[in-house]
């Protein structure tokens, strides 16, 4: 390995690694080959950065200094055996972009002499042309035990004026969880509360409308006020006879959703006394749903 920019190298020509690798050849990284599964996602993005398309991972892996593994997170490991076996990959480096597989996903690539390691994007890649355009200044996650890779990959990011969190080795899918959490688990309670407007009558786009506005001021609160001074509403308050009112009008509706409206709010207790905020009246207004539930 040099300590130059690394060529790049590409295997699988999907949203994750089309945004990558667009946005490292605008920032004067040289793709040198692209391999995909479908030759024509091949070819599309092999035109687009200026490399080579090559039909197999390992003559991308021959073309490329540093060759990203961008292909679905079950592809990983026996992409990886497959390309092991019998090659000699003394300095290569290799790295895939998932955010739940570790660096040990890789290792079938680690014994036949490559550097290997992890670059997450904590990014959602809903499409190619719109994560071009959001995702510089995205946090990565980076996993590596070799400090001469891990240099190159903090240059990648800071390229994309991104942010390193280094994971510890093992901890990959706990991190993973956090953002799952985070993003995908908030599309999943968007979907409730959509589901509840639209019980009470309301066309999809109204329903959507406005709870794009009260999410996307939520997020603003977060990134300006942070944790716990971003948190609004009746428990915030104190309003314990609203948050009674919720309870009782959930039960109704769908009883398991009533028990997750009290977990949730169990799990914003120490939010709430952050602000100070008296939590015995609250406290027995929860314990009442788990004292309904057990009757
Ligand atoms: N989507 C996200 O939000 C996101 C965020 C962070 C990290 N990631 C990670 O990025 C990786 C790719 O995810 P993605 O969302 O970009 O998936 P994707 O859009 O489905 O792209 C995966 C690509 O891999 C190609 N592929 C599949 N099997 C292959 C094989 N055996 N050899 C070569 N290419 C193969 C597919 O090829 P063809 O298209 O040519 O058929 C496809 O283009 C995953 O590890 C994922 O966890 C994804």
Redesign the pocket.
């Known amino acids: 390995m040099t300590n130059d920019k690394p060529t790049l190298g590409i ?7 089309s945004t990558l690798a667009r946005l490292w050849s605008q920032k004067g990284y040289r793709v040198a080959a692209v ?4 030759p024509a ?2 070819h599309t993005l092999a035109k687009q950065v200026g490399g080579l398309a090559v039909t197999t ?1 390992l003559q991308v892996i021959e073309e490329a200094d540093l060759t990203l593994l ?4 079950d ?2 490991v026996p ?1 990886s055996q497959l390309v092991a076996n019998g090659s000699d990959l003394n300095g290569k480096a290799i790295i ?6 570790g660096v040990s996903s890789l290792q079938a690539l680690a014994e036949r002499g490559a550097a290997t390691g992890g670059l ?6 809903a499409d190619i042309e719109t994560s071009i355009a959001r995702l510089p200044g995205a946090t990565f996650a980076l996993e590596t035990e070799d400090a001469h890779l891990r240099s190159w990959l903090y240059d990648l990011v800071l390229a994309l004026d991104g942010r390193v969190l280094d994971i510890p080795r093992g901890k990959k899918a706990l991190y993973h969880a956090a953002l799952t959490v985070a993003s995908n688990y908030a599309v999943t309670l968007y979907a409730l509360a959509e589901n509840i407007l639209l019980s009470l009558g309301a066309e999809r786009s109204t329903a959507e409308h406005a709870l794009n506005i009260l999410v996307g001021a939520t997020a603003d609160n977060l990134r300006t006020k942070g944790i716990p001074d971003a948190l609004t509403g009746a428990l915030v308050r104190g309003d314990v006879g609203t948050v009674a009112a919720h309870i009782a009008a959930l039960e109704p509706y769908d009883r398991s959703l009533a028990t997750l409206y009290v977990e949730l709010a169990r799990l914003t207790l120490p939010l709430l006394e952050a602000r100070g905020v008296a939590l015995d009246a609250i406290d027995d207004v929860l314990g009442q749903h788990h004292e309904n539930d057990s009757t």
Not at 11 to 17: D, L, P, Q, S, T
Not at 120 to 125: E, W
């Open positions: 295997v699988g020509a999907g949203k994750a690694g391999n995909s599964r479908t996602h091949m991972a961008t292909v679905p997170d592809v990983i992409l895939h972009t998932s955010g739940s597989h997450h994007p904590a990014f959602p890649f």
